[in-house]
Each structure stands twice: as structure tokens, then as C-alpha cells.
């Protein structure tokens, strides 16, 4: 090894062990995942955070994926009696959004004829809404979430898998509201809600993956 490279190797040594350290310390999370950051009251859903999930099988080649957002809504919630809790959501069906701009123009196309059908939303579709009647803890941060979802004027009883998600004060920057998130999972058929079409190349079983954020 040249005297060169010695010289280079020893003074970056000395550099390392004079130079100064600092300690990064990461900013503490508002949120956490503990229950017991849970306060009750009632909240409001938080439509710039709260997104629906669908996916369905096409044609058996792959899952495809849309969502809905801007979801509005109360949830009710008390930390010493979770199973109370009540939720009352509106999910805005003319914001679907998927990645394609011709499918989504195909969900909110009005029927071809008159008086007919559309293949699916149509144009300007009724919000849809779920509005739950029952909650059973299945576990510290778990529980099954029963309710009405009507959709596309067709009202039907869903059941969700609900997982607590986190909890906390936000930011004086950012409202300085307390916040509560949950992740919900669940399966509908979309044909029991009048929308059949393309039916079973698009499957009729809809997945539900649900991020829902409240504040108060």
C-alpha cells in the first residue's frame, strides 16, 4: 500500500474521532397506537383522510383497485364502553376515482336510452351512506362493525372488521384537534346493489379496505 493512501486512510481516521457528533432525535409522533390516548365525545370524519378502498377480480388477469374519498360523518365513541360506539359515514359515489379516466367516465355515464339503466353510478349518483347498529369487541383494539350501507338507492346490512389504528392531540399547527383512526375491511356484492353489470368478468364480490380518520 503507497505511503499516499496511508496518509489519506490515517488523516480521515483522525477527522472521524475530532469531529463533533449530533444526535438526531426523530419528532415523537402525535398519534399513538395505545387505546388509552382514546378520549370520547363525538367526532367528525375528516374527508381529506378518510378513503374507501374498493377492488374487484377483472376478467380473472388481476385485481383492480378504485377509491372514494372526501367520506363525511359522525362517529360517537366512548373508551370506557367501545361496544356503544356509533358511526354515521356519507361516502360521495360521483368522486370515485380510479386510474383510468375512461373507466371512470364509464361509472358515472348515464344510460344510453332514455329511462334506461346505467351499466353502473350513472350520472350524479346518490351519495351512499352507512349507518351502523351494532359493535362487538373482539379484541383490545378490534371489533366487528354491523350497519345499513344503502348504495345506488338499495339499502343492505354489512358487517366490517374494524382494527384501531392510532389516537392523539394534533399539532397546534394543524388544528390542535384529538384525532382517531381505525382500518376496516369487509366485502359487499355489488349486484345486491342493483349493479350487475359485466357480471361474473368483473366480479360481483366487492373488497372493502376502509382508512377511517375523526377529529374532534
Known sequence: MSSRILTALALGSA??????????????????????????????????????????????????????????????????????????????????????????AHLLRAPKEAGGKPDFFGADPAPARFVSTRVVVTGKDRGKISGNLTLNGVTHPVTLDATFYGAGKAPAAMGGKENVGFTARGTILRSQFGVAYAIPLVSDAVQLEIAAAFAK
Open 15 to 104: 477527522l472521524l474521532l475530532t469531529a463533533p457528533t449530533y444526535a438526531q432525535k426523530a419528532p415523537a409522533l402525535p398519534g399513538s397506537k395505545s387505546t388509552a390516548a382514546v378520549t370520547g365525545g363525538t367526532y367528525q370524519a375528516d374527508p381529506g383522510h378518510t378513503l374507501v378502498r374498493w377492488t374487484v377480480d377483472h376478467f380473472g388477469f388481476s385485481p383492480y383497485t378504485g377509491l372514494f374519498g372526501g367520506v363525511t360523518g359522525t362517529l360517537e365513541l366512548d373508551p370506557k364502553n367501545p361496544a356503544g360506539a356509533k358511526v354515521d359515514v356519507t361516502i360521495p359515489v360521483a368522486g370515485v376515482a380510479t386510474a383510468s379516466s375512461a373507466l371512470t
